[in-house]
T-cell receptor, first 114, second 111 residues
Framework: NAGVTQTPKFQVLKTGQSMTLQCAQD?????MYWYRQDPGMGLRLIYY???????DKGEVPNGYNVSRLNKREFSLRLESAAPSQTSVYFC?????????????FGPGTRLTVL | GQQVMQIPQYQHVQEGEDFTTYCNSS?????IQWYKQRPGGHPVFLIQ?????EVKKQKRLTFQFGEAKKNSSLHITATQTTDVGTYFC???????????FGAGTQVVVTP
């Protein structure tokens, strides 16, 4: 089991460029999440997908789009990157059932927008 | 909307000392979770609390859920250098899957 994988690990973009962050999980979880983490601000939810075929906005969705391609994969797209989107991006999948409610995080993507 | 506050934001501890970090909510919670993130790493699930007044222990870590289910605490005894990192509380803000994390308590341990 690889758990949650994210690609790329590092990325540098110029303002206005676009890119897609990829995330995949092999734990058969229904729910997946995208967070961004900035110093002193904790983790802020960008978008989430409660199940395959559904996506919903989180706390900070502006400037991002997502696709839940299938149960395994949940991608995050920046259409026109801005310096304010410089951050560490974490994908997570959620194991929810019975008495269990746990999020498993990927290793993160460190994005710099110049 | 639901607000969750974590205090302190930063904790400097001498090795061997105890400390406590707190998570306070503006509304009653169905459950609360705690995560730990090592420097340069990703958050890792520690525990979930569900019942009012619940206390759970993991070795030197003690987690407590308040009687009114509006606050939670994490107490670490005899702090070690391996306890370095940021501790987050987290909670579901609706029944469909939306989630919120506190800002975290960054713990630095001095040998």
């Amino acid at each position: 089991n690889a758990g949650v994988t994210q690609t790329p690990k590092f990325q540098v973009l110029k303002t206005g460029q676009s890119m897609t962050l990829q995330c995949a999980q092999d734990m058969n979880h229904n729910s997946m999440y995208w967070y961004r983490q900035d110093p002193g601000m904790g983790l802020r939810l960008i978008y989430y997908s409660a199940s395959e075929g559904t996506t919903d906005k989180g706390e900070v969705p502006n400037g991002y789009n997502v696709s839940r391609l299938n149960k395994r994969e949940f991608s995050l797209r920046l259409e026109s990157a801005a310096p304010s989107q410089t951050s560490v991006y974490f994908c997570a999948s959620r194991d929810r059932g019975g008495y269990t409610d746990t999020q498993y995080f990927g290793p993160g993507t460190r994005l710099t927008v110049l | 909307g639901q607000q969750v506050m974590q205090i302190p934001q930063y904790q400097h501890v001498q090795e061997g000392e105890d400390f406590t970090t707190y998570c306070n909510s503006s509304t009653t919670l169905s459950n609360i979770q705690w995560y730990k993130q090592r420097p340069g790493g990703h958050p890792v699930f520690l525990i979930q609390l569900v019942k009012s007044g619940e206390v759970k222990k993991q070795k030197r870590l003690t987690f407590q859920f308040g009687e009114a289910k509006k606050n939670s605490s994490l107490h670490i005894t005899a702090t070690q250098t391996t306890d370095v990192g940021t501790y987050f509380c987290a909670l579901a803000t609706d029944s469909w899957g939306k989630f919120q994390f506190g800002a975290g308590t960054q713990v630095v341990v001095t040998p």
